[in-house]
C-alpha cells in the first residue's frame, strides 16, 4: 500500500514538474493611442524546456481575415512588422548569448519565417533564457495610426506557415501559444471633454484651497 502511495506521488510530482516545464507564448492584447509611430514590442516565452531550435512564424493581419496553414495576409493592409536586427539577425532574444545560426525563411511587411539552430545541438539551452523573449517585434503604424482598428497577432497553428515551433535536435518541443492583438485607441470626444473638465475641476479646487489658506 505504502509502496502505491508512493509511486502515486511520484506521478503526480512528475506531471507537475512537466507543466511547469512546458513552453507557453501568449501575445497578449497590446494597446496604443493615436499618432503612435513605430513600437518595439517583447513576445515573451514561458518555460523551462530545452531547447536547440526554434522557427518563428509570426503575421500581422486584419481581424476580418481568414488565418489559415497556406493563407498569408496582404502587405499594406496592415501595420508593418519586422523584427529587431532585421534582417542579419533576432536581436536580444533567447539565443543571443549563444553561438547560433540564423535564416530567413521568406518573411514580408506582414509575415516573419525566421529560424534559429544552437551552433551545438549538444548543449540546448531553455528557452527561457535572456529573459524569454521570442523575438522583439518591430511595428509601425504610419498611415494607420488616426482610427481605432485592431489587428490580429498570429503565431500559433492559425498562421499561414504553420505554428512557431521549437526541438531538441530532432525531438519536437510542446509550446502552447496564445496568439493576440495590437491596436490603436482613439479616445471618445466625450472623453476627452470629461478630461478637460475634471482638469479644470481640480484647477478650482487648487485656487479655493490656497485663497482659505490666506484667509
Known amino acids: 500500500m505504502q509502496r502505491k502511495v508512493m509511486l502515486t506521488?511520484?506521478?503526480v510530482f512528475g506531471l507537475a514538474t512537466s507543466a511547469q516545464a512546458a513552453l507557453s507564448i501568449v501575445v497578449g492584447a497590446h494597446n496604443y493611442p493615436a499618432g503612435t509611430g513605430v513600437v518595439s514590442i517583447p513576445i515573451q516565452i514561458t518555460g523551462g524546456d530545452l531547447v536547440t531550435s526554434t522557427d518563428i512564424n509570426l503575421e500581422i493581419a486584419?481581424?476580418?481575415f481568414v488565418a489559415g496553414i497556406g493563407n498569408f495576409p496582404p502587405t499594406g493592409a496592415s501595420p508593418a512588422i519586422s523584427w529587431q536586427g532585421a534582417p542579419s539577425d533576432i536581436s536580444n532574444n533567447f539565443m543571443s548569448s549563444s553561438s547560433h545560426l540564423f535564416g530567413d525563411a521568406g518573411s514580408d511587411s506582414a509575415?516573419?519565417?525566421?529560424f534559429?539552430?544552437?551552433?551545438?545541438p549538444s548543449s540546448p539551452i531553455a528557452a527561457s533564457t535572456n529573459g524569454g523573449v521570442l523575438i522583439n517585434m518591430i511595428v509601425d503604424f504610419t498611415g494607420f495610426n488616426s482610427a481605432n482598428n485592431t489587428w490580429r497577432i498570429i503565431l500559433g497553428p492559425n498562421n499561414g506557415n504553420g505554428s512557431t515551433d521549437f526541438f531538441n535536435v530532432s525531438t519536437p518541443v510542446p509550446v502552447q501559444i496564445t496568439?493576440?492583438?495590437v491596436s490603436i485607441v482613439v479616445?471618445?470626444?466625450?472623453s476627452v471633454v470629461l478630461g478637460l473638465f475634471a482638469a479644470a475641476g481640480l484647477g478650482i479646487v487648487a485656487i479655493h484651497k490656497r485663497r482659505a489658506r490666506r484667509a
Open 187 to 190: 479616445p471618445e470626444p466625450t
Open 62 to 64: 486584419t481581424m476580418s
Open 116 to 120: 534559429e539552430n544552437l551552433a551545438d
Open 111 to 114: 509575415n516573419i519565417d525566421v
Open 179 to 181: 496568439d493576440g492583438t
Open 9 to 11: 506521488l511520484a506521478l
